[in-house]
């Protein structure tokens, strides 16, 4: 399994559901850093089944990502990707609030190939 990583702030933007030709689904949305004493815009990807977490959350919600870092070459160009795979609202005080459902596991994150990326 590929390591992974967390991130705090608050949900800034929640971009539309993208769905390819070959069926993947992908949705993008931006959580700031608002610990930072410059705050960071960091963009994730939710793909698949995991779009839907967001439908639970909106623009000023303080949030945690769990996410995994991927990465490919296309046309000789890399890319990298943070790949949400788990989401929480918090509370004001940093703790979780209600756990937003996790979408049944159909795949483990290690099994999604560069091929299924749309680029």
Same mark, same amino acid.
């Given at each position: 399994?590929?390591?992974? &990583?967390?991130?705090? $702030?608050?949900?800034?933007?929640?971009?539309?559901?993208? !769905?390819?030709?070959?069926?993947?689904?992908?949705?993008?949305?931006?959580?700031?850093?608002?610990?930072?004493?410059?705050?960071?815009?960091?963009?994730?990807?939710?793909?698949?089944?995991?779009?839907?977490?967001?439908? !639970?959350?909106?623009? $000023?919600?303080?949030?945690? =990502?769990?996410?995994?870092?991927? $990465?490919?070459?296309?046309? $000789?160009? &890399?890319? !990298?990707?943070?790949?949400?795979?788990?989401?929480?609202?918090?509370?004001?005080?940093?703790?979780?609030?209600?756990?937003?459902?996790?979408?049944?596991?159909?795949?483990? =994150?290690?099994?999604?190939?560069?091929?299924?990326?749309?680029?």
């Amino acid at each position: 399994m590929s390591k992974s &990583y967390e991130f705090e $702030g608050v949900v800034k933007e929640i971009m539309d559901v993208q !769905t390819f030709a070959s069926g993947f689904t992908k949705r993008e949305f931006v959580v700031t850093d608002t610990d930072d004493r410059w705050p960071q815009d960091i963009k994730f990807n939710a793909i698949k089944n995991n779009c839907a977490l967001l439908d !639970t959350v909106k623009k $000023g919600d303080s949030v945690r =990502v769990t996410f995994s870092l991927r $990465g490919n070459l296309y046309n $000789g160009r &890399y890319y !990298t990707d943070l790949q949400m795979f788990k989401l929480e609202k918090l509370e004001a005080d940093g703790t979780s609030s209600e756990p937003i459902p996790q979408p049944a596991d159909e795949f483990p =994150v290690d099994d999604i190939s560069d091929e299924d990326m749309p680029f």
